[in-house]
């Protein structure tokens, strides 16, 4: 339960920016995982500040820390524009796969049969230690022998696990998996509306949404990858999608078929009316910031991978 009300308090702090984030396209699901992170990288730079002034963490000085944060949003960010940005529901078959194959992992994750062994010494260590510190527990991480324990990696999981269990009142690692299912659920509905913004007919995407379902399912179950930092790095990975690929210069041609103008978007659309959006761009852009620091904060990895996108984007 805690897990779900931090992330409901996360979605609401980041929704007073999706003004920011969010093109006049942009779907509610996928606006949802921009707020969603947009408020999870909040809470880690409010830890990172915290600890570097001396203010120990807690269940109030977070929650007034991202009160503050919120009230910012709201008063400085502009307001989200809507056109456009609601979407028929239009669920199938393929949503149904990815659903079922999401709710076997959500299932099986509490009960620690598929965490990964990462979780004993390193994620789970990290965020247990810091819950008990208040902070990030730089004595524990100092000690020669603890160099297993990665004391250079990004900190925004076990931060994650810390604010949790701060929120709760106790470490509970079953409560804790259900991060990775959050995750995971939130990659699916990203990549859904990626499909939706990119054109993509509607066999073509319950297709992919079930084969992204399956594959994720069978990686989570296989590999143990519950409590696994991987899943951050795949959602950053989907969100930058729009960015990289032209998603928002995506129209519909004289005949009304969907289609997508994967030219450069310094080169004048061919599309109707709609593509092309300086605002569009520029709020894709951000996005594409955002999932490079999502990236950056969650793995060692994560760094090459941000570098990686905003290459691929400057190019």
């Known amino acids: 339960m805690s897990v779900l009300l931090l992330a409901l308090l996360l979605c609401g702090v980041g929704s007073r920016f999706t003004g920011l984030l969010a093109g006049p396209r942009d779907g509610r699901g996928y606006r949802l995982a921009l707020a969603f992170l947009a408020g999870l ?4 730079l409010l830890q990172t500040s915290f600890d570097l002034l001396g203010i120990r963490w807690s269940r109030g000085s977070l929650g007034l820390g991202l009160l503050a944060l919120a009230l ?3 008063r400085f960010a502009p307001r989200p524009r809507d056109e456009a940005a609601a979407f028929r529901s239009d669920v199938g078959w393929g949503d149904a796969v990815a659903l079922a194959a999401l709710a076997v992992f959500a299932a099986l994750a509490p009960t620690l049969w598929i965490t990964t062994p990462d979780w004993a010494y390193h994620w789970g260590l990290k965020g247990h230690r810091f819950f008990l510190a208040g902070g990030i527990d730089y004595e524990l991480l100092a000690r020669p022998w603890n160099a297993s324990l990665h004391p250079d990696y990004p900190n925004l999981l076990p931060d994650l696990y810390a604010a949790t269990a701060l929120f709760a009142g106790r470490f509970a690692a079953p409560d804790l998996m259900l991060w990775s299912g959050l995750f995971c659920a939130l990659l699916l ?7 939706r913004g990119a054109g993509v007919d509607r066999g073509a995407r319950q297709a992919t949404t079930a084969l992204l379902g399956l594959l994720a399912g069978g990686f989570a179950l296989r590999q143990l990858a519950a409590g696994s930092a991987d899943w951050p ?5 989907v969100l930058a999608l729009p960015a990289l690929l032209g998603v928002r210069r995506a129209g519909r041609a004289t005949d009304g078929t969907p289609r997508v103008d994967w030219s450069p978007a310094r080169k004048p659309s061919r599309l109707g009316a709609g593509a092309g959006d300086p605002v569009a761009e520029r709020a894709a852009e951000r996005q594409l910031g955002l999932a490079a620091a999502l990236a950056a904060a969650a793995k060692i990895e994560g760094v090459a991978l941000a570098a990686i996108l905003i290459a691929v984007h400057a190019l």
């Open 41 to 44: 990288l909040s809470l880690h």
């Open 72 to 74: 910012l949003g709201h």
């Open 189 to 195: 509905v990203a990549a859904r509306e990626v499909l």
């Open 233 to 237: 790095l795949a959602l950053a990975f």
